[in-house]
């Protein structure tokens, strides 16, 4: 911190990573001792499981149901389900668990709990079956660093990240090949409207999505194909984004990392704030799924710029630098890497307030300094864009160059037409012609850009961290629960114990067993297994 540009007290700065930590303990402790529908289906589809039955309900839901309905889910679906098989005369095989979760869902299978031989029976084969789901997330990343070392990555940062979704996948193809050609590097494919609410995820391509394309690992799997296809024409590695979030986020990042995508949106928060999912749900979830995305080498995005959509982007500012601290403490406490955390942020401050430019400066700058190992996720203008597309796009303009200024890793590009169409080819193209542009001409001006000592931006960047450690104390003292039902965080008010998705939610019973996250927790110990 010796270098910082804005001058900032390490001793402070270790004092909200020390009251991030603290805070976020408990929320932790939570996640670690419960487990929920989607944890128990992931390990499923770890151990091969795909397909759904004649109404599309994927039979990873059909088990899980029926083991929940026999025996419930404290001691997890693995040992219910491979004692099963074993009483069934069943292989141990992704096919036969379709049949048996066939078998369960006519009424012809009823579950137990094995206990002695045949419980360490059911553990070993859950845990074989289950590692051969890990070791292809390995095998992925592994491809992943050959194709990012032979075709490379792209030469500047941040990394051009653009949003294509019509909500049918042969249709996104195309028009995903069309904007790396024009100078994307990560491509993300926005998930159709409320699938977040959705408790199962969705088989097969899609064709018919709304405001976006449904996630699946079909969707995945075309799309992943489609952008290889384009890093070896263009000679750089591009990247894809989906969403791991809402009621199926274990499943999601199970199924990008099986599929090798590079990115996914993954915030716990998000899914707590605007669509109301139940925070002890959505706390547990999002450890385990960040569990498999730390050993898939994805880079996480977080969602700190949605609470300025709601709160004033001035007044809840430090809201954004708490969430990244707690944020960064539940990556890490989950196994993700510095590189991986592509904790989010915004340009949404009115731009009519005098200094607004200057404000944005100070609140980008200071999130590159706390997180400087950090690829920071920097937002575009939404809450404040009009039918003015010509003020929309250098509202833009101003957004890149901020970006450029602060040195940040990824830059969602902004759309002049932001709130009054979904975008064309054509406003891509434009707004990628803005991006170009500004980080052709000013790409390195963060090494020149100083603020004044003690000046505006000094100041208001202290002021900020200030108020966040104050927010932290408070947090600390009264719960980040509590905190969340308050409505600290974007205003909304959302209590533990309701939202939806709490009835998914159970308490582990002793000889709780989870096969993916024994071999996830202590990689090493099960090296022999993978």
């Known amino acids: 911190m010796s270098?910082?540009?804005?001058?900032?007290?390490?001793?402070?700065?270790?004092?909200?990573?020390?009251?991030?930590?603290?805070?976020?303990?408990?929320?932790?402790?939570?996640?670690?001792?419960?487990?929920?529908?989607?944890?128990?289906?992931?390990?499923l589809r770890l151990s091969g499981m795909i397909g759904a039955d004649p109404d599309g309900i994927p039979w990873v839901n059909r088990l899980v149901d029926a083991v929940r309905e026999d025996v419930g889910l404290g001691h997890g679906v693995a040992l219910p389900v491979f004692h099963s098989l074993a009483q069934h005369g069943l292989e141990y095989s992704a096919a036969d668990l379709t049949l048996l979760a066939q078998k369960a869902a006519s009424g012809s299978v009823r579950f137990e709990l094995p206990t002695g031989r045949a419980a360490t029976a059911a553990k070993r084969a859950a845990k074989r079956m289950a590692a051969a789901g890990i070791r292809q997330i390995d095998r992925n990343r592994a491809e992943r660093d050959r194709m990012v070392k032979r075709y490379g990555d792209p030469k500047q940062r941040?990394?051009?990240?653009?949003?294509?979704?019509?909500?049918?996948?042969?249709?996104?193809?195309?028009?995903?090949?069309?904007?790396?050609?024009?100078?994307?590097?990560?491509i993300a494919v926005i998930r159709s409207t409320g699938q977040s609410l959705l408790d199962y995820v969705p088989e097969g391509a899609t064709r018919e999505g709304f405001a976006g394309t449904y996630a699946t690992q079909e969707n995945f799997r075309l799309m992943r194909a489609a952008l290889d296809e384009s890093s070896r024409e263009l000679g750089r590695y591009v990247r894809l984004t989906n969403y791991a979030s809402?009621?199926?986020?274990?499943?999601?990042?199970?199924?990008?990392?099986?599929?090798?995508?590079?990115?996914?949106?993954?915030?716990?928060?998000?899914?707590?704030?605007?669509?109301?999912?139940?925070?002890?749900?959505?706390?547990?979830?999002?450890?385990?799924?960040?569990?498999?995305?730390?050993?898939?080498?994805?880079?996480?995005?977080?969602?700190?710029?949605?609470?300025?959509?709601?709160?004033?982007?001035?007044?809840a500012a430090h809201t954004v630098t708490v969430s990244q601290l707690l944020n960064e403490y539940f990556a890490h406490e989950a196994g993700l890497a510095d590189w991986q955390l592509g904790l989010g942020h915004a340009f949404e401050i009115n731009p009519d307030l005098p200094e607004s430019f200057r404000l944005e400066l100070a609140h980008a700058l200071l999130a590159r300094e706390l997180f400087p190992d950090a690829p920071l996720k920097w937002m575009p203008p939404t809450k404040h864009m009009t039918g003015d597309v010509f003020r929309g796009n250098l509202l833009d303009g101003f957004f890149n160059l901020v970006g450029a200024l602060t040195g940040q890793g990824i830059l969602l590009v902004g759309m002049m037409t932001e709130a009054v169409v979904t975008p064309w080819l054509s406003d891509r193209d434009i707004a990628l012609?803005?991006?170009?542009?500004?980080?052709?001409?000013?790409?390195?001006?963060?090494?020149?850009?100083?603020?004044?000592?003690?000046?505006?931006?000094?100041?208001?960047?202290?002021?900020v961290l200030d108020e966040a450690i104050s927010l932290l104390e408070r947090i600390e003292n009264d719960t980040l629960l509590n905190a969340i039902a308050d409505g600290t965080f974007g205003i909304m008010k959302r209590p533990a114990d309701r939202g939806k998705g709490l009835d998914g939610v159970a308490r582990h019973d002793d000889g709780y067993y989870n096969p993916a996250t024994d071999i996830l927790e202590t990689p090493a110990k099960h090296e022999e297994d993978l």
């Open 433 to 463: 012609q803005n991006v170009r542009y500004v980080l052709g001409a000013a790409g390195n001006l963060h090494e020149d850009f100083v603020p004044a000592p003690d000046g505006f931006i000094q100041r208001r960047a202290h002021q």
């Open 158 to 186: 941040p990394w051009i990240y653009l949003i294509v979704a019509t909500g049918d996948i042969f249709e996104d193809i195309p028009q995903a090949q069309a904007a790396a050609r024009a100078g994307a590097d990560v």
């Open 3 to 43: 270098s910082s540009k804005l001058g900032l007290d390490p001793a402070l700065v270790h004092r909200a990573r020390a009251l991030a930590a603290r805070a976020g303990r408990p929320v932790v402790d939570l996640a670690r001792s419960h487990t929920t529908v989607s944890v128990e289906r992931a390990v």
């Open 246 to 315: 809402g009621l199926c986020m274990p499943e999601i990042a199970t199924l990008a990392g099986l599929q090798r995508l590079d990115m996914m949106l993954n915030d716990s928060m998000y899914g707590i704030l605007f669509r109301d999912i139940n925070p002890i749900r959505t706390f547990v979830d999002q450890r385990f799924s960040r569990q498999i995305h730390a050993r898939a080498g994805i880079i996480i995005n977080t969602g700190e710029d949605n609470y300025l959509t709601t709160a004033d982007a001035v007044e």
